[in-house]
């Protein structure tokens, strides 16, 4: 596998499951991103990790919970979600240098619906 | 509200003529700009990027022009090919944050052969 990927591809979930949602980069990145897309809605950036610290919340609900057991691996873990958060959530990595709009590279998202 | 905006949501050319899309932004702190491309089912892709020091940016077929004066950025692709048919986002960082990025709406593009 190269690039960014991201399981599952499509997830049906009812509002009282939990689940989660894998992301892996190839690219020896040392940072990982997660993004939602909702329906004409600019992509929203929801969390971000540099070295496994997260660096960015950006006030997403704690139904949410992200996690970065190490540099290549992201998980955003899912529970008693509402049919608003219905929406592709894509993962991203980039090579955390810090320097001034650092290209990230997405994978395919999950599409996530919810019951 | 959004800080960087794209208003046309959809744009449809003639293979070979050229394709012109546009972005506007709003927090003049912006210093860096991308144009990410995005075909179904698939992530997006970074396309071309220009520093708020420069005003035009080219690869191949691909241009991006900066005004900073009036906060507008367009990409222009010429000549237009069925293959660039894909939504075309617009994202914009500042030195502050460069993990963060702001995107637009996106644009969907579509080449008519």
């Known amino acids: 596998e190269t690039g960014v990927t991201q399981t599952p591809r499509h997830l049906v979930m009812g509002m009282t499951n939990k689940k989660s949602l894998k992301c892996e980069q190839h690219?020896?990145?040392?940072?990982m991103y997660w993004y939602k897309q909702s329906a004409k809605k600019p992509l929203e950036l929801m969390f971000v990790?540099?070295?496994?610290?997260?660096?960015e919340n950006n006030s997403v609900p704690s139904r949410f919970s992200p996690e970065c057991p190490n540099s290549s691996h992201l998980f955003l873990h899912l529970h008693t979600l509402q049919p608003e958060d219905s929406a592709l959530y894509l993962c991203?990595?980039?090579?955390?240098?810090?320097?001034?709009?650092?290209?990230?590279?997405f994978g395919p998202g999950t599409r996530l619906l919810v019951l | 509200d959004q800080q960087v905006k794209q208003n046309s949501p959809s744009l449809s050319v003639q293979e070979g003529r050229i394709s012109i899309l546009n972005c506007d932004y709003t927090n003049s702190m912006f210093d860096y700009f991308l144009w990410y491309k995005k075909y179904p089912a698939e992530g997006p892709t970074f396309l071309i990027s220009i520093s708020s020091i420069k005003d035009k940016n080219e690869d191949g077929r691909f241009t991006v022009f900066l005004n900073k004066s009036a906060k507008h950025l367009s990409l222009h692709i010429v000549p237009s090919q069925p293959g660039d048919s894909a939504v075309y986002f617009c994202a914009a960082s500042d030195q502050g944050g460069s993990e963060k990025l702001v995107f637009g709406k996106g644009t969907k593009l579509t080449v008519n052969p």
């Open positions: 991203a990595s980039s090579q955390g240098t810090g320097a001034p709009g650092e290209t990230q590279y």
């Open positions: 690219l020896g990145h040392n940072a």
């Open positions: 990790y540099s070295l496994e610290e997260r660096v």
